[in-house]
């Protein structure tokens, strides 16, 4: 049995190395050596959301990604050469647009502050301004990552499925660390933009043996996905807003959740499971809930995996 002096050092040696999991990440990590990063990357990402309005989806989904794999250390933004296939060609990737954006901030970062902030932390404060600008909450993005020299296609295998279970994306979250509060709340990204139809098109043409269409899903909203994807001949472009306003950050996902209209077989699965659905049903009746549970969760997102040793890229397409 273990005496109490061992049972003190063990505390003592796990609460360090807790701590050190996140020791460099601080709000203030620019503030001596970069004090117009934070200005810089909205800026940015302002005017690059007024000039295509899908830029807000796309880099909140990017870095949901970037975390996702190895941690949050910039690999979704690393280019693939002719030896090595990169994550951003990996098959859910392969939607995930605008890396144009965050390219324009770190060339205007490079100019202001030249090899202070790392790409994975640009990625981070974007993600927190499309939310707060798209009319969701906002938060103090620790800083401090630094960026990974590896990114493999293969790895986006490991990036939760439309199709799974809530057993399976508890277990997918599980595995970084989060919650099954985190899940749901993390789900509201679906808040805004858009999926193909190749996402959810199996779920109205015949999905079982029993059932034509998914009985999960509202009938009405079967018929209109039905008819905007065609089980032959799909318009690669065609496809279905995540809820009906789109481009706004608010609860409208989980309303639409509880009336059998999410779009992906993921989002329905944790309305009919005890585990996820009380949280599904609060955040439906309380956005003021939903916005403190997201910021809170955003955080959480972007402390998985942190290197707090590695690099800053100068260019976020490919390691120094
Ligand atoms: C819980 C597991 C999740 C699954 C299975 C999932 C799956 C998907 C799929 C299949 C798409 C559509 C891709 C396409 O066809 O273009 C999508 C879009 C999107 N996802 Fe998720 N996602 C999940 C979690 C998240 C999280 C945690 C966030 C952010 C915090 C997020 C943010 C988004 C956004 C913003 C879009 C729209 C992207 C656009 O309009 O370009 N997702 N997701």
Redesign the pocket.
């Known amino acids: 049995m273990a005496t109490q002096s061992t049972k003190v050092l063990f505390f003592v040696l796990f609460s360090f190395a807790i701590c050190r999991t996140h020791a460099a990440l601080n709000a203030h990590y620019y503030d001596q050596t970069c004090p117009q990063a934070e200005f810089i990357v909205s800026q940015t990402i302002r005017n690059a959301s007024i000039y295509d309005p ?1 830029v807000p ?2 880099i ?2 990017m ?2 990604h970037d975390c996702f794999i190895r941690g949050c250390d910039a690999s979704v933004l690393l280019d693939s050469t002719p030896e090595n296939e990169a994550e951003k060609d990996g098959p ?1 990737n392969i ?3 605008a890396f144009y954006v965050i390219d324009d901030a770190k060339a205007k970062l490079e100019k202001a502050c030249p090899h202070t902030v790392s790409c994975a932390d640009v990625l981070a404060m974007a993600a927190r301004d499309v939310v707060a600008m798209t009319g969701g909450p906002s938060w103090n993005v620790l800083k401090g990552r630094k960026d990974g020299r590896v990114s493999k296609a293969n790895d986006t295998a490991n990036l ?3 199709f ?1 279970n809530a057993t399976g ?1 508890i277990q ?2 599980a595995s970084r660390g989060l919650s099954v509060k985190d ?1 749901v709340t ?2 509201g ?2 808040t ?5 139809c ?2 959810f098109v199996a779920r109205v043409h015949n999905f079982s043996t029993l059932h034509a269409t998914d009985p999960s899903m509202n009938t009405e909203f079967a018929s209109l996905l039905k008819n905007k994807c065609p089980s032959t001949n799909n318009n690669g472009d065609a ?1 279905q807003f ?1 809820d009906s306003t789109a481009s706004q950050f608010d609860n409208d996902y989980f309303k639409q959740i509880i009336a059998g209209k999410g779009v ?1 077989g ?1 989002d329905q699965a944790m309305y009919n499971d005890p585990r996820t659905r009380p949280i599904i049903e609060a955040f439906a009746k309380d956005q003021n809930m939903f916005f403190r549970e997201f910021a809170a969760s ?1 955080i959480k ?1 972007g402390n998985v995996g942190v290197n707090e040793v590695g690099e800053v890229r100068l260019n976020c397409r490919k390691p120094n």
Request: aromatic content about 14%; charged content about 10%; overall charge positive.
């Open positions: 899908k989806a796309r909140l989904r870095f949901f859910p939607s995930v647009r939760p499925a439309p799974l994306l997918a979250f899940l993390l789900s990204g679906h805004l933009g858009f999926s193909h190749s996402s496809g995540l992906f993921s955003m997102l």
